[in-house]
């Protein structure tokens, strides 16, 4: 290594990653410097694409080069290695780095929008990402994407036949509502919805993915149990609405990850519908549900609580029109589901690095 590259590593090495603690020379972050004229080039590998801290690090490393080689310019490229909790030998669902299952306390706060908006955000970002519907008794997924009317494609893998998700919006889905008639009640109980979703996990060519997402069912119950049990799940993210119901609900639903039985990593709490703003009133919030409810829970719990998103006017007919509101046109509307889905990221990478030091 020349002498000036060894100068510069110096310098990032003054550059704090701060959801490790560590600097990002130490975290072998920093790949492929070099320097050609009076630029310094490098690559920064970052834990997930959707990484919130992309404009600190890049103005802290211009800080860190100036102090030492002022006249040099910086050519800082981002990349990623989404992180996983999996060991190397563990076979099921192998290029799967991260399940993440989205859970409540009860229905109606939300869950569903925050894991399709999250998935879809995840996957805008860069990140390959699959996302499965397991709330078997009330599919709403394919509505919520406008795909409805689209079914999962087959292929034979040896003796055995694996369904092929469909594609929507960059990302990979696949719902129990695409396999049957929506008009025909769900009567799936116990043994038989485990039964049903373990074939919606293995008996599909997911290929590589970064992050699965899964929409549970609201509530605590077999699935919930036989996932955690039967699959190498990352964490489960908690959504909630502010109001006292909900929140003694949700209680529950962090009752059962922390069980003996499931021991599911909480990856934080997100709070839904948390504050209504009028279009002619930009600056006020209104708690129509109440407030407090996910900051209570956080604090309870030592959670993070990874966002608060607003009741959005006009949300359900552009769900029903099949576009997911992180694409809306509006950009302080789509901003809410773009925060909450990299700080979601975020939490996931501080997850697996306390993993790898208890591994
Ligand atoms: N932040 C929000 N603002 C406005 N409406 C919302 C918001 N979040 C969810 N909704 C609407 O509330 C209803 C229930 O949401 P959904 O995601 O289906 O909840 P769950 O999956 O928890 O039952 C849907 O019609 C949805 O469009
Ligand atoms: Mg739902």
Known sequence: MSYLITELEKALSQVIDPDFDKDIVSLRMVEDMNVTGQVFSFTLVLTTPACPLKDQFKADVERAVASVYPDLSVELNFTSRVTTPRQENQDMLKGIRNILLVSSGKGGVGKTTVAVNLAVALGQSGAKVGLLDADIHGPSIPTMLGATSEKPGMIQDGTKYKMIPVQKFGIQVLSMGMLVDPKQP?????????????????????????????????????????????????????????????????????????????????????????????????????????????????????????????????????????????LNRNPEMSQYFKQMAQSVAQHIAILNAKETVLA
């Not at 049903?196 to 599909?204: F, P, Y």
């Not at 060519?205 to 919930?224: K, N, Q, R």
């Not at 003996?260 to 934080?268: A, L, R, S, Y």
């Not at 900051?295 to 029903?320: F, T, W």
């Open 186 to 326: 769900l009567i799936f109980r116990g043994p038989m919805q485990s039964s049903a979703l373990k074939q919606l996990m293995l008996d599909v060519e997911w290929g590589e993915l970064d992050y699965l997402i899964i929409d549970l069912p609201p509530g605590t119950g077999d699935i919930h149990l036989s996932l955690a049990q039967q699959f190498p799940v990352t964490g489960a993210l908690v959504v909630t609405s502010p109001q006292q119901v909900s929140v003694s609900d949700t209680r529950k639903s962090i009752e059962m990850f922390n069980g003996q039985q499931t021991k599911v990593p909480i990856v934080g709490i997100v709070e839904n519908m948390s504050w209504f703003t009028p279009e002619d009133h930009p600056t006020e919030k209104y708690y129509i549900f109440g407030s407090g409810g996910g900051n209570e829970l956080a604090e309870e719990y030592n959670l993070p609580l990874l966002a608060q998103i607003p009741i959005v006017l006009g949300l359900d007919q552009r769900s029903d029109q099949g576009i997911p509101a992180v």
